[in-house]
């Protein structure tokens, strides 16, 4: 028979997407003061180079950056974390919906 137990913590590694740059590095203050320090943040690349996926619904050429924070989390704070990382997303939109 199975026992619960308690989920390891896990790094949280974000991946942002933006076109504006002043944005993102609002979005990551914003980000920082929730889940706390980074230990690493990858140099942003075009990824429209990649793929123009999101061109058309960013409105613009897009850059991505990956996010990684010190603070080991909880697996099942996920569903909120994403919850509040669209929240972010959303009001970040060029239309705001």
């Known amino acids: 028979m199975g026992h619960a137990a308690a989920f390891e913590k896990e790094k949280l590694i974000l991946a942002?997407?933006?076109t504006d740059e002043s944005l993102a590095e609002e979005m990551t203050r914003q980000l920082i003061q929730t889940y706390g320090a980074l230990d690493f943040s990858s140099p942003s690349y075009c990824f429209s180079e990649i793929s123009?996926?999101?061109d058309e619904e960013m409105d613009g050429k897009v850059y991505r950056r990956m996010l990684c924070f010190q603070e080991c989390r909880d697996p099942q704070e996920?569903?909120?974390?994403k919850i509040h990382t669209n929240t972010l997303e959303q009001a970040g939109s060029v239309n705001g919906q």
Do not use: V
């Open 16 to 18: 942002m997407l933006y």
């Open 52 to 54: 123009p996926y999101y």
């Open 78 to 81: 996920l569903a909120a974390i």
